[in-house]
């Protein structure tokens, strides 16, 4: 049974520039959450994705969008690189109801110069 | 606001020094609190899930536990493999929101 799985696992980008990110849920999950993760503190919540809409969503600016696909993967999109981006993007993927435990993917090391 | 705070946010033990680690939460209408394992540069590995004050639940050298205020994570007997960052959360609605982690080492 596969895990999450998730795209790339590492990526340099420049300031300005535009990325996207990728991720596969869990066998059985139909339901995708993003969160951002700096060195030293934990997971902070972007959004997340339910039935291909963006169910909720955490502080974080337009810049950050994603989509949800028919078949639960999902991407995420970041316009207009900062500095302050670099970290580690990591997928969580549950099912559907709003308790269940969320299991997470390797991650995507982002590094912005 | 809602809020979790992990302590200590760094442990070194010996291998074979059980110890514990707490999370301290205020969140109204908890629906679960959530304990991963992280390694570095890695994602968040589950561990277990506890929905209301007076569970336990225990995995190897591992025992979660659960007040209205508190969770503790008790490590028996640990050995250099269980050197981790362990992240605790807690679910109100979505999302789950992390504290900062406490960084264990054990060492042989």
């Known amino acids: 049974d596969a895990g999450v799985t998730q795209s790339p696992t590492h990526l340099i980008k420049t300031r300005g520039q535009q990325v996207t990110l990728r991720c596969s849920p869990k066998?059985?999950?139909?339901?995708v959450s993003w969160y951002q993760q700096a060195l030293g503190q934990g997971p902070q919540f972007i959004f997340q994705?339910?039935?291909?809409?963006?169910?909720q969503r955490g502080n974080f600016p337009d810049r950050f969008s994603g989509h949800q696909f028919p078949n639960y993967s999902s991407e995420l999109n970041v316009n207009a690189l900062l500095l302050g981006d670099s970290a580690l993007y990591l997928c969580?993927?549950?099912?559907?109801?709003?308790?269940?435990?969320?299991?997470f993917g390797p991650g995507t090391r982002l590094t912005v110069l | 606001e809602d809020q979790v705070t992990q302590s200590p946010e760094a442990l070194r033990l010996q291998e074979g020094e059980s110890s514990s680690l707490n999370c301290s939460y205020t969140?109204?209408?908890?629906?679960?609190l959530f304990w991963y394992r992280q390694d570095p540069g890695k994602g968040p590995e589950f561990l277990f899930t506890l929905y209301s004050a007076g569970e336990e639940k225990e995995k190897e050298r591992l025992k979660a536990t659960l007040t209205k205020k508190e969770s503790f994570l008790h490590i028996t007997a640990p050995k250099p493999e269980d050197s981790a960052t362990y992240l605790c959360a807690v679910l109100k609605n979505t999302p789950l929101v992390f504290g900062k982690g406490t960084r264990l080492s054990v060492i042989a």
């Open positions: 066998s059985g999950h139909d339901t």
């Open positions: 994705y339910y039935e291909e809409e963006e169910r």
């Open positions: 969140v109204s209408g908890l629906r679960g």
């Open positions: 969580a993927s549950s099912f559907r109801d709003i308790g269940d435990t969320q299991y």
